[in-house]
């Protein structure tokens, strides 16, 4: 079975602009959800979708937002990025993320000059 | 609310050595507990995770750990340390929901020849 995809695995864009992360779960999970990893801060949750529908949010200005298409793939959109921006976004897939695993992609990093 | 404290921001052993990961949770009902590993440039794997069933968990690559609830910790170990564990080591609650998970700050584990 293919694990989570994220494309890029690598970015490079400067403060102002935009940028749109994908995630592609294993198949048949439903769950997605992303995170931010920083070494300050460490890993930070994001906000995670099920069934299209967002369930849960982090702490995060709303420059972050995201979306679940119906073949559970997911987008994560960061607007006016700033050079804190800067880090490893991981996605995670799970059937339910309370009683299954979350299984975790490779990553993109994001570098904000 | 939910949390875990990792009480070590790096551990050094030496190979052939046990290892011993600390991480004390703090939640008010029964988690589900889990450990993460990440190898440098790599995504997120799980290792074990505990979800109110037998409190000694195994996980891959020999590793364990042991819930104890008077102690509310969730530590993780290994008998004899491979030079392949180096990473670092991340011990995660899950919110009641399961739509959120809680990082530790994360462990460095170094691996001495």
């Known amino acids: 079975k293919a694990g989570v995809t994220q494309t890029p695995r690598y970015l490079i864009k400067t403060r102002g602009q935009q940028v749109t992360l994908s995630c592609s779960p294993i198949?048949?999970?439903?769950?997605v959800s992303w995170y931010q990893q920083t070494p300050g801060q460490g890993l930070q949750f994001l906000f995670e979708?099920?069934?299209?529908?967002?369930?849960n949010k982090g702490n995060f200005p709303g420059r972050f937002s995201g979306r679940q298409f119906s073949n559970s793939r997911s987008e994560m959109n960061v607007s006016t990025l700033e050079l804190g921006d800067s880090a490893l976004y991981l996605c995670?897939?799970?059937?339910?993320?309370?009683?299954?695993?979350?299984?975790f992609g490779p990553g993109t990093r994001l570098t904000v000059l | 609310a939910q949390s875990v404290t990792q009480l070590d921001s790096h551990v050094s052993v030496s190979e052939g050595t046990p290892v011993l990961l600390r991480c004390n949770y703090s939640s008010s009902y029964s988690p589900s507990l889990f450990w993460y590993v990440q190898h440098p440039n790599k995504g997120l794997q799980l290792l074990l995770k505990y979800t109110s069933a037998a409190t000694l968990v195994k996980g891959i690559n020999g590793f364990e750990a042991e819930f104890k609830k008077s102690e509310t910790s969730f530590h993780l170990t290994k008998p004899s340390a491979h030079m392949s564990d180096a990473a670092e080591y991340f011990c995660?609650?899950?919110?009641?929901?399961?739509?959120?998970?809680?990082f530790g700050t994360g462990t460095s584990l170094t691996v001495i020849p």
């Open positions: 995670a897939s799970s059937l339910d993320p309370y009683t299954d695993t979350q299984y």
């Open positions: 979708y099920f069934s299209e529908t967002q369930r």
């Open positions: 198949s048949g999970h439903r769950s």
């Open positions: 995660v609650v899950s919110d009641k929901s399961g739509n959120q998970f809680y």
